[in-house]
Nanobody, 124 residues
């Protein structure tokens, strides 16, 4: 059973930066797709970014391209999300997820393991 423990996030001003980290236990990490999602109050969990086991294969939601960067360190079983030029509308709880499927997933239902969620608040 994989466990994901996320850290980072917090409070930033609009235009500021934050970083999220997500550490995984177990041996599944290096062969799994890792993703970041976010969920604002009253809204559904939405895809932000994902990275395949090949770290050169990444995907982003259109709204975050050019500002958020995902990368992974398989030696540390950790995936990161660097968030720059943050916007107030990006205030949400951010979740990391792990998918053991073969496809490049962007749907929350394709991720079987989740971190606990970290609050990101962007003030205007």
């Amino acid at each position: 059973q994989v466990q994901l423990v996320a850290s980072g996030g917090g409070l930033a001003h609009a235009g500021g930066s934050l970083r999220l980290s997500c550490a995984a236990s177990g041996r599944a990490f290096s062969s799994s797709l890792m993703g970041w999602f976010r969920q604002a109050p009253g809204k559904e969990r939405e895809f932000v970014s994902a990275i395949s086991r090949n770290p050169s294969n990444t995907g982003y939601a259109e709204s975050v391209k050019g500002r958020l960067t995902i990368h992974r360190d398989n030696a540390k079983n950790t995936v990161y999300l660097q968030m720059n030029s943050l916007k107030p509308e990006e205030t949400a709880v951010y979740f990391c997820g792990l998918s053991t499927g073969y496809a490049f997933a962007r749907r929350a239902q394709d991720f079987g393991s989740w971190g606990q969620g970290n609050q990101v608040t962007v003030s205007s």
